[in-house]
Structure formats: structure tokens, C-alpha cells
């Protein structure tokens, strides 16, 4: 019953959180352009170990999320949410969590896919059944019972409702 008192901050919560779940999936996208171009190559060959080169691609995809997805709590103040300042804390460390680990799933889609069309096709099949089944647009207890078992088994249901059990506390 959390947030069905205000729906449109029940909402707003479900769509930051998605916000930065789409962009840190997405945010790949640019290894596979630095492959296709030849960049990668000199990037492998220079001192750095692979994992840092990794944590490297997947900390700006996280910066980039999570700064989207302040823009869109900066929005949503203006449209009425209401949060503390302990529970903007708790925000941006789940958007952190998300984002880090959205971005290291779509480094490694990005790794396995090898073209831009190809990586935008997986991450469009992933994209709309996790986001509509997160309960971030609807609540989940609304939804078909034939839907129920996808929804308990997406990892974004949960992260949907410690988000918003934070946001609209």
C-alpha cells in the first residue's frame, strides 16, 4: 500500500529508478563503437589490467545513470515529492547499486554482442519485460496472476520497492 495514497509520487519513484536502470544498461553501447573502430585494441595493449579497464567503462556508465536519474528527482521535486534528506541518501546509494550493476550486465551483453544492432536488440528484449514487470509503473499485486511468478523472479522488483519504500516513506 505504499505511495497509493499520492500516485503520482508512487510514479515518479518508479520512474527514477527505471531511469537509471535503462541508462546504465544502454551506456555500453560505446565499447562496442570503441571495438568496431579499433580503440579497444589500443586500450588492451596499454599497462592497465582488463578489470580496471572494466570498472572504468562500468564507473562512467554509473556516473552517467545516477546523474540522470538526480535529474529526473530534481523534476519530480518540482512535481510535488517530498523526501528528507536521509531519504535522499538512501536514493542515491540504491541508484549507485542499480547502476553498477545494470552497467556491468550491459559491459558484458556489450562484450558478447559484438555490433551495435545486435547489442540494442538484447537490450531492448531485456528492457521492456523487466521494466513492466517491476511494478514501477504498476503496482505489482494488480497484476494477472499468470504474470506473477516473472514478476517475483525479476531482480527489479525488488530493487523497485526498496527504492520506493525509501522514496515515499
Not at 18 to 45: H, P, R
Not at 77 to 106: D, E, N, P, R, W
Not at 137 to 158: A, R
Amino acid at each position: 500500500t505504499i505511495g497509493y495514497s499520492s500516485p503520482l509520487n508512487y510514479l515518479i519513484a518508479g520512474i527514477i529508478i527505471m531511469t537509471v536502470f535503462q541508462s546504465a544498461l544502454t551506456n555500453s553501447t560505446s565499447i562496442i563503437e570503441d571495438i568496431a573502430n579499433g580503440f579497444m585494441k589500443e586500450i588492451i595493449v596499454s599497462p592497465s589490467e582488463r578489470w580496471q579497464i572494466s570498472l572504468g567503462q562500468i564507473s562512467s556508465a554509473v556516473v552517467i545513470s545516477v546523474l540522470q536519474g538526480l535529474i529526473v528527482v530534481i523534476m519530480g521535486l518540482f512535481m510535488g515529492l517530498k523526501i528528507s534528506v536521509l531519504q535522499f541518501i538512501g536514493m542515491f546509494l540504491v541508484m549507485i547499486a542499480v547502476g553498477f550493476t545494470f552497467s556491468a550486465i550491459g559491459l558484458f551483453l556489450a562484450s558478447l554482442s559484438k555490433n551495435s544492432t545486435t547489442f540494442q536488440m538484447i537490450t531492448n528484449v531485456l528492457l521492456m519485460p523487466l521494466t513492466f514487470l517491476s511494478g514501477a509503473y504498476i503496482p505489482t499485486n494488480v497484476m494477472p496472476k499468470i504474470v506473477q511468478p516473472f514478476v517475483y523472479i525479476n531482480p527489479l522488483t525488488y530493487t523497485t520497492a526498496i527504492f520506493r519504500y525509501i522514496t515515499l516513506k
